[in-house]
């Protein structure tokens, strides 16, 4: 499981050190701690309130990503007669889901329990 650490960059920007990734996997840029992650689960937000946990078997460099055994959580805000906001989630699963690179936000491994 990858970890990553917090440290001050040469020009004084933060920078993301990666410890604990696959032996002799270099991270030079963002997409390589996408592809430490092939094969592994992982957590997508995408817009519009939508999130996708699953096995990420493919990708590419726009971060579409093909998804197997994902399951998907959609929130839903609905505006009701007289200004009232109500929230619908609803749970899905899919056995294999294409997600598009420009609707994503957010890849993130899948934290582990102890």
């Known amino acids: 499981l990858a970890q990553a650490v917090l440290a001050q960059g040469q020009i004084g ?3 993301l050190t990666v410890v604990g990734v696959m032996e002799g996997q270099t ?3 963002p997409l ?3 592809r430490a992650s092939l094969g592994e689960r992982v957590f997508v937000k995408c817009r519009g309130g939508r999130e996708l946990t699953g096995r990420l078997l493919i990708y590419d460099e726009h ?3 093909l998804l197997s055994e994902a399951e ?5 805000k609905e505006e009701a007669a007289g200004g009232k906001v109500t929230t619908k989630e609803t749970k899905r699963s ?3 889901t294409w997600v598009r690179g420009d609707s994503v936000i957010l890849v993130s ?3 582990q329990s102890a």
């Not at 998907?72 to 839903?76: H, K, Q, S, V």
């Open 72 to 76: 998907e959580l959609a929130t839903i």
């Open 13 to 15: 920007f933060p920078c």
């Open 27 to 29: 991270i030079d840029e």
């Open 109 to 111: 491994p899948r934290l």
């Open 63 to 65: 971060l579409n990503m």
């Open 32 to 34: 390589d701690l996408v």
């Open 94 to 96: 899919l056995p294999m």
